[in-house]
């Protein structure tokens, strides 16, 4: 049964609070502590002598669980997700939180299984490390104890934050991520060092809003990025061991170190800034303070000064206290001072849970540390002064840094991953993003080589037609393999057309197969309704817009007849092109835009697709032009990025030009799959073919687009 917990530290009556429900994974165990005799740090064979302190030790979900249930009480919902042993350490653990006041549906006992353990080592300064064991209940939080959590997610919503730590398996934090961003809640996570080259290779950051890490853990997960990465990491490790040298010489050169030091952690940070954009970032450096960026600005905060009995936890409690701001409706830069004074408070105890914390103490050291302005004081007063002063500030825009849960429907300008960034950019430089359909799997892994070698972005994509009559089989095998190779830094994985009415006439089941991607984690979706009326079109296209949007994505429609995917003969291209047949009207188009909520539009104005009948997909393409002034009609009408499908096989002038004039993603198909075939009938195997979809996709980058080396003007 669920307890009453005490009485909130923080004020919280009478508030207008902007989440209401915390939920998140992560590990739940206990350890000891081991006291190190000596200052230096800990050789790799090296022998140290110690002791056993008697201190109680806690992980990362249970900390910040508890924190945030302290500091807000009934005026929030604390939901944990995990595992412990059935033994002793357990059930006191399951006890505890329960004391706290936690909801512990989703947190159970695995039977066989012994409970999460950490080894604490301390030095006589109060700093040190901590290890933890792998092979325990919290590794078998798996998917599926996410998914049984999910009438949380659809309870919380935009009202919710989703945590996601360390000590329970990447691939289970992704899927609460996941689950997170379909339901609109504000996303928190955090990542060990060691688990950042998986973090850049999943694509994980574009699904967190607030990143919160240690100072290693920045220099770890700008090590693991381009070049300018490791030089900011690189500065910031050799300014530490610099510092550590220098503090054997004299003091006045440790802190000219320790000034390099912050500077290098900085630089990692405005690095990280860059080039996730989206990203709130929280960074903590024990003595050395922390640091947060809003994404527009970055503060620092020094360490309050206080008798330190242990730094474990400290960077919990930070993130817990921030969280806990947030959620009451506080700026990020309050919530960053609320973070630092919750931390400063947590190690002022031997345990890594304070559970002595008092209202009077926070204040004490707030006025301490100089932090306690209005809006912090606010936290801090009674539900009547607060009442008198309208509570908590409510952040104004330009404080938060989207996407926070707070601004939905559509995919704006603070809530885009990658695709929806690179693509909105693209349109503002007059570029466009390559997007290569991929009929067969053994296409996935050239198209990304010879994109990353190009150092361009573009997407992969793949249509209903290409599982359904080539050979890239489903939806959930191209992103299996696509997951495999990718690099998000230089590809997406979209799903292109998903018809209403198909090739052949037939009316699709198109929501199932736009909601299972979304759920593998596809970035983009696009649903065509261009062979149904405009009403209807408008009809289909906003339902899925709607779901698109509450997953952050973009969704991606088309208006006009692209013809070519059709079974039987093509009417004369040059009787089509003079006429304007199918060509997509501008004033429907800007009533199609407002009406459906459609990110991207496909458009008509010269282009066809390549064929897709068996009988005639060999044919070579017809030489199309495109109609460059009603295309601009069309971009000054609708004021969104344009889509040119059909790309291959157009003439170089048209679509240069057509970049410049609106087009800022382009569908290339027929192209680099009839290099795929054509060399397996001309008898390659498909290692054979992979290299001529690889030369020819190089080709059309460097050559035809002239869009090598893009990635850089993207960014």
């Known amino acids: 049964m669920q307890m009453e917990p005490p009485r909130a530290l923080l004020d919280t009556g009478g508030r207008e609070f902007r989440y209401r429900t915390l939920v998140g994974t992560g590990g739940i165990g206990t350890g000891v502590f081991f006291r190190l005799s000596g200052e230096h740090t800990l050789g790799r064979e090296e022998s140290r002598g110690g002791r056993f302190l008697e201190r109680r030790d806690y992980c990362k979900l249970h900390i910040i669980c508890h924190y945030v249930k302290a500091l807000l009480g009934r005026s929030i919902e604390v939901v944990p997700i995990g595992k412990v042993g059935d033994d002793e350490a357990g059930e006191r653990l399951f006890e505890e939180m329960r004391e706290a006041g936690l909801e512990l549906s989703y947190v159970h006992a695995l039977a066989g299984a012994s409970t999460l353990y950490s080894f604490c080592f301390l030095y006589p300064d109060g700093s040190g490390g901590n290890m933890t064991t792998e092979d325990s209940a919290s590794g078998e939080v798996n998917a599926r104890a996410v998914d049984a959590a999910e009438p949380v997610f659809q309870r919380a919503g935009g009202q919710g934050i989703a945590l996601a ?33 998986q973090v850049r290779r999943l694509g994980l950051l574009e699904r967190v809003d607030l990143l919160a890490l240690n100072r290693d853990e920045v220099r770890a997960l700008a090590g693991a990025g381009d070049r300018v990465g490791e030089d900011a990491a690189q500065e910031c490790e050799d300014a530490a061991q610099e510092c550590e040298d220098a503090a054997q010489e004299c003091e006045d050169a440790a802190q000219e170190c320790e000034d390099d030091l912050r500077a290098g952690t900085e630089r990692a940070i405005e690095f990280l800034a860059r080039e996730f954009p989206h990203l709130l970032l929280l960074v903590t450096a024990g003595a050395e303070g922390s640091w947060s960026w809003d ?76 932090l306690m302005d209005e809006p912090l004081s606010d936290l801090f007063e009674t539900g009547r002064q607060a009442g008198r002063r309208g509570g908590v500030r409510e952040a104004p825009r330009s404080e938060l840094h989207a996407p926070r849960g707070i601004v939905k429907n559509r995919v704006e300008e603070g809530n885009m991953n990658t695709t929806t960034r690179m693509v909105k950019k693209a349109s503002q430089i007059g570029i466009l993003i390559p997007a290569f359909n991929i009929p067969y799997l053994p296409m996935v892994k050239p198209v990304i080589r010879a994109v990353i070698e190009e150092d361009a972005f573009a997407l992969l994509e793949v249509a209903r037609a290409e599982w359904r009559k080539f050979g890239s089989r489903s939806m959930a095998a191209v992103y299996e393999e696509f997951q495999k190779h990718a690099d998000p830094h230089y590809v997406g994985l979209h799903l292109d057309h998903i018809p209403v009415v198909d090739e052949d006439g037939l009316r699709v089941e198109y929501l199932p197969i736009i909601r299972e991607a979304i759920t593998l984690g596809y970035g983009s979706v696009m649903i065509d309704g261009s062979r149904l009326s405009l009403e209807e079109n408008i009809r289909e296209t906003r339902s899925v817009a709607e779901l698109a949007h509450e997953a952050g994505i973009p969704c991606e429609a088309e208006l006009g007849a692209v013809l070519g995917h059709e079974e039987g003969p093509l009417p004369p291209y040059e009787e089509m092109f003079r006429s304007g047949q199918g060509f997509t009207d501008p004033g429907e188009a800007a009533r199609f835009v407002k009406e459906s909520g459609c990110d991207w539009l496909s458009v008509a104005f010269g282009n066809v697709h390549g064929r897709i009948s068996e009988a005639v997909r060999q044919e070579k393409k017809v030489a199309a032009r495109l109609n460059i002034e009603h295309l601009k009609i069309i971009r000054d009408a609708v004021g969104i990025p344009l889509v040119l499908h059909g790309g291959s096989g157009i003439q170089q002038s048209y679509v240069l030009e057509a970049m410049k004039c609106g087009i800022s993603k382009m569908n290339i198909g027929a192209d680099i799959r009839q290099a795929y075939e054509e060399s397996l ?19 059309l980058l460097s050559e035809s687009l002239r869009l090598s080396g893009s990635r850089r003007t993207l960014l």
Do not use: C, N, W
Not at 177 to 182: F, P, Q, V
Not at 682 to 698: L, N
């Open 165 to 197: 730590v360390p000590e329970v398996p990447l691939e289970t934090r992704d899927r609460l991520l996941r689950l997170a961003t379909r339901h609109g809640l504000f996303r928190a996570a955090s990542f060990a060092t060691g688990e950042m080259r």
């Open 681 to 699: 009938r001309d008898g390659a195997d498909e290692d054979g073919a992979a290299e001529a979809v690889y030369r020819r996709t190089r080709r």
């Open 295 to 370: 994404g527009e600005q970055l503060r620092h905060i020094p360490a309050i000064p206080v008798e330190v009995q242990t730094t474990g936890g400290a960077g919990d409690a930070h993130l817990a206290g921030t969280i806990a701001a947030l959620a009451a409706g506080a700026s990020v830069d309050t919530a960053h001072r609320l973070g630092a004074i919750l931390a400063a408070a947590s190690v002022t105890s031997p345990h890594t849970i304070h559970k002595q914390i008092s209202r009077r103490q926070l204040t004490q050291l707030a006025r301490r540390g100089g």
